[in-house]
């Protein structure tokens, strides 16, 4: 019961940051540095929610699933980030993500 | 948060054991049903890739906090960091500690709340075009 009440308050909260995401891409008043970053973020917290919404109704024994396509989206968005945005000043960037 | 079904095995509806992971009762079925297997497996293979997702998660933050430092994204990558690091300790717990209180699973909505204070923090304090414009912005 807590449980649940959990997964659906962080429905709402996956909500807020989608909103907050599409609001920094499309207000067109930000200096947005790598958009694919919070696109993916946004897109992921977007299928976070409806996943964890459809598995709470059809599958409430595999909520586990939504939350690792949550932190796969938040992996994909930094790996892309830091992709896009090299550095060649410090030493670790050029051995972690040489081109 | 693992409450697996129970899966009845068809015509005589017998469930043949009962294993607990935690205070949680797991109702075991045959080993030979293919479709039962992946219903109570399934959800400890996500948890367990969540959980190593989660550490590579942690290091990339950083890496992106460090890199990001000097700009504006700093603001943003420092509640990232801690929302990652609480997601992945949540996880971590709840594999490694069947019999959590229910603390820790409230340590997962609270990542989810740190990420909506990042995002937050983002759209509240990035400069804005419109200021920059105005001369009265950074």
Redesign the interface.
């Known amino acids: 019961m ?2 649940d009440a ?1 997964v659906l ?2 429905g709402v ?2 909500i ?2 989608v909103s ?2 599409l ?2 891409l499309y207000s ?4 947005v ?1 790598h958009r694919r970053f919070l696109a993916i973020i946004g897109v992921g ?1 977007g299928a976070t929610v409806l996943s964890q919404l459809v598995l709470l109704l059809y ?7 939504s ?2 396509i ?3 989206s ?2 994909g968005g ?2 892309s ?2 992709r896009g ?1 090299p ?1 060649h000043s ?1 030493p ?2 050029r051995t ?1 993500f040489s081109r | 948060m693992l409450r697996i079904r129970a899966c009845l095995q068809s015509g005589s509806s017998e469930i043949r054991g009962a294993l607990s992971i935690g205070n949680t009762p797991i109702d075991m079925c045959q080993p030979n049903d293919g479709r039962c297997m992946i219903h109570a497996q399934l959800p400890m293979l996500a948890l367990m890739g969540s959980g190593v997702v989660g550490v590579a998660a942690v290091g990339l933050s950083l890496l992106a906090y460090l890199r990001f430092r000097h700009t504006t994204y700093r603001r943003m990558l420092l509640p990232l960091v801690v929302s990652t690091a609480l997601f992945t300790a949540a996880h971590g717990l709840v594999l490694l500690w069947p019999t959590h209180p229910l603390a820790i699973d409230a340590l997962e909505p609270l990542a989810f709340t740190v990420l909506i204070i990042a995002v937050g923090r983002l759209v509240q304090l990035h400069p804005r075009i419109s200021e920059i414009r105005d001369g009265d912005g950074v």
Do not use: K
């Open positions: 807590i449980v959990m308050y962080q909260v996956g807020g940051v907050g995401v609001f920094l067109d008043d930000f200096v540095i917290c599958w409430p024994a595999g909520i586990s699933i939350h690792l949550f932190i796969l938040v992996v930094l790996y980030l830091l945005y550095t410090e670790w960037f972690l």
